[in-house]
Nanobody, 128 residues
Framework: QVQLVESGGGLVQAGGSLRLSCSAS????????MGWFRQAPGKEREFVAV????????LYADSVKGRFTISRDNAKNTVYLQMNSLKPEDTAVYYC?????????????????????WGQGTQVTVSS
């Protein structure tokens, strides 16, 4: 069992930066792949980024590539999403998710189904 709590959201001006954190409890965190998703008002939740258990593999949605960086610290049971050059269209509730057993090939598809655990989300608002 893994419990996830996101933090670090807030209001920022376009062009600014935020770093989201996702703290995990549970003994299996270091074996989990971790993903970030987001849901804007009136839209479906969408994939943002994923990192494998060791941190050696990452993948980003095209919309955030070059601006966002996902990383993890297994000693601290935490995954991060550094968001730079933020745009108003990045406004959304951001969720982290943990997956225990999907293959990397499945995870890079960006679908939600493989993820076993989800956080409650943190709001990010980017003003123009």
């Amino acid at each position: 069992q893994v419990q996830l709590v996101e933090s670090g959201g807030g209001l920022v001006q376009a062009g600014g930066s935020l770093r989201l954190s996702c703290s995990a409890s549970g003994r299996t965190f270091s074996r989990c792949a971790m993903g970030w998703f987001r849901q804007a008002p009136g839209k479906e939740r969408e994939f943002v980024a994923v990192i494998n258990w060791s941190g050696g593999r990452t993948l980003y949605a095209d919309s955030v590539k070059g601006r966002f960086t996902i990383s993890r610290d297994n000693a601290k049971n935490t995954v991060y999403l550094q968001m730079n050059s933020l745009k108003p269209e990045d406004t959304a509730v951001y969720y982290c998710a943990a997956d225990e057993d999907a293959t990397w090939r499945t995870l890079v598809s960006g679908v939600e189904a493989p993820y076993d655990y989800w956080g409650q989300g943190t709001q990010v608002t980017v003003s123009s």
